[in-house]
């Protein structure tokens, strides 16, 4: 007897539709063991240039600064990491917009402990702007890390700031917006091509440690019964069939 | 329920993304002084006094041990009295197998449906259990309590999958009490995979050791997948083969006569021997089903589709 045709899925039109299109996202593609590294390679690859292309194109038609380099890092880590703390919205916004802060109050610092320092043009690189650079970073670095929004592409925000290329309040917003659009992009991106639980604010562990690389873990970290569960969650659809045929009526063992 | 909501629990569904699924989902903790204990028995080198001092705070997992010691499962000439000492008798894979039963008892839900029997489900759960312990003492030697404990918990998803998702899950179960197919096979058909990945899934929510994870996810697959995957040197033979044992709720004979099949040409364990496993199988359960609260006679349906695999014709069965 074989009832395959009986036992096909008796779902609605648009389960069928969802498990059709979801077989795309980097979510199933994980799940077939073989493609893990080149579909991550992949997407992130995409996913990176469309979300940076986007925000260039967004900068060339509005005509604000919205570009701005730690923007680069930042998508990487987004669209390679997308589920480790550093990936998170929270840190993305909140650390880029700290660091431009702790930028400009160093100095702010350090023109008032420095008369004369001239800081406004930051084509000069002189003794006081060497001590804001690196004041900037101290404070950056500390900042991000008692909020708890650690986003290393960040770093380099508060640089920018203390070299005195954020000058004014546009540039600020501008460099916040991008930052903000960068998320809302990731989270549209990762959630509908990626299929991955990417956060709306906050990292959330309890799924991280389920995601491996994609949360930030090391590759080479997973023991063997790690690698053989990977491929057993990719395991599917070869079942032995139900239909008893298998089952030999010659044999005579002890069995009466 | 929102287009969007709805599109996303398809798809949580459509990919089996677990993480996803069970997200949102009040999974019952384990038992603090069972996580605790098992912790301790999963480390490379467990203390031995750390886990008598855990164990005696635990008067219910105390007498669980002492009374498993003292039973006439193990003969002893003089009554065992101190846990260290129970400890040192049953052995860890022993002590973990116990305590797992102890936690599974509080940890797994019940749920409220008409298709969910919940004694039926312990009834399979145990006898399935000590199935797979008889056959990895033949087929995987020093290693039965490892195939108790993996069996006993390989079917954890069954009730979280029910109670959480019923919309998708409950028509699984419908189609499966209505037909003598394997549940597995219903729900790779459906939906591309089993609970015994999803219960994979809710083990290591729970800390599980990567071996019974592995196990569990294992269970449901054809015997050259395992050999694929390079376990056929670890009890997972031993949980396919007595993963085929039918429901108490729907006994088919077929399904006996494909158990004792797969465990003679894939396991070298001659049909000759089943009355004898059948036996001590039943003597065990008789022995520790209270513990379950299981009544006696539960799963007298599946003791008697094993014994007429014996009585009656193998031809006829076949028709």
């Not at chain 2, 498993?68 to 008798?89: E, F, K, P």
Request: some cysteine; charged content about 20%; glycine content about 6%.
């Amino acid at each position: 007897m074989n009832d395959d045709q009986n036992m096909k899925p008796k779902s609605d039109w648009l389960f069928e539709l969802v498990a059709k299109l979801s077989g795309f996202q980097l979510h199933a593609r994980l799940r077939s063991a073989g493609s893990d590294k080149k579909s991550r390679l992949l997407f992130a690859i995409t996913m990176g240039v469309a979300a940076v292309g986007t925000i260039t194109a967004a900068a060339v038609i509005t005509d604000l600064p919205l570009l701005f380099p730690p923007l680069a890092p930042s998508a990487f880590i987004l669209f390679t990491t997308p589920l480790a703390p550093t990936a998170a919205p929270r840190s993305v916004i909140l650390g880029h917009l700290s660091a431009a802060l702790m930028g400009l109050l160093a100095v702010i610092i350090v023109s008032i402990a420095i008369p004369g320092a001239d800081l406004g043009d930051p084509t000069i690189m002189n003794g006081p702007r060497i001590i804001a650079i690196v004041l900037a970073m101290g404070l950056a670095t500390t900042t991000m890390l008692v909020l708890r929004c650690s986003h290393p592409p960040a770093a380099a925000t508060a640089l920018l700031a203390a070299m005195g290329l954020i000058h004014d309040p546009v540039v600020m917003a501008a460099l916040e917006a991008s930052a903000i659009l960068l998320c809302v992009e990731a989270y549209v991106l990762l959630r509908v091509v990626g299929g991955l639980p990417y956060p709306l604010w906050s990292p959330d562990h309890d799924m991280a440690r389920f995601y491996g690389t994609l949360a930030g873990g090391g590759e080479t970290k997973s023991s063997g019964w790690e690698r053989v569960h990977a491929e057993l969650l990719a395991q599917h659809e070869d079942l032995p069939s139900d239909d008893h045929d298998h089952i030999n009526e010659d044999r005579t063992e002890v069995y009466s | 329920m929102s287009i969007i909501t709805k599109v996303s629990r398809h798809a949580a569904v459509a990919q089996g993304n677990f993480a996803k699924m069970f997200r949102g989902v009040k999974i019952a903790p384990l038992p603090e002084a069972a996580a605790a204990i098992l912790e301790e028995i999963h480390k490379p080198e467990p203390d031995i006094l750390c886990l008598e001092r855990i164990i005696s705070a635990e008067p219910e997992i105390s007498i669980r041990l002492l009374s498993n010691v003292n039973s006439s499962l193990h003969s002893l000439r003089s009554q065992v009295t101190s846990v260290r000492h129970a400890i040192t008798l049953l052995g860890l894979d022993r002590v973990r197998a116990l305590v797992t039963a102890s936690a599974m008892a509080t940890a797994v839900p019940k749920p409220k449906d008409s298709l969910f029997d919940h004694e039926a489900y312990w009834a399979d759960t145990l006898i399935r259990s000590l199935i797979a312990r008889e056959l990895a003492a033949r087929h995987a030697p020093g290693q039965q309590d490892v195939a108790f404990t993996a069996m006993l918990v390989a079917d954890v998803a069954i009730p979280v999958l029910l109670e959480s998702w019923s919309e998708y899950y409950r028509p699984v179960l419908e189609d499966w009490n209505q037909r003598p197919v394997r549940l597995a096979r219903l729900e790779q058909d459906r939906y591309g995979w089993d609970h015994g990945q999803a219960g994979s899934w809710i083990l290591k929510y729970w800390n599980f050791p990567e071996e019974l994870v592995c196990l569990v996810a294992a269970h449901n697959l054809p015997l050259h997948k395992v050999r694929e995957l390079g376990l056929e040197k670890t009890v997972a033979p031993s949980l396919v083969v007595a993963g085929l044992l039918p429901s108490c709720m729907n006994p088919i004979l077929h399904r006996c006569l494909e158990m004792i099949d797969l465990a003679a040409e894939d396991l070298g364990i001659s049909p000759g021997t089943w009355p004898e496993t059948i036996d001590t199988v039943r003597t065990q359960y008789d022995l520790i089903h209270a513990q379950f609260g299981l009544r006696r006679g539960k799963a007298d349906r599946v003791f008697q589709c094993m014994n007429q695999v014996f009585e009656n014709d193998r031809q006829q069965i076949c028709r």
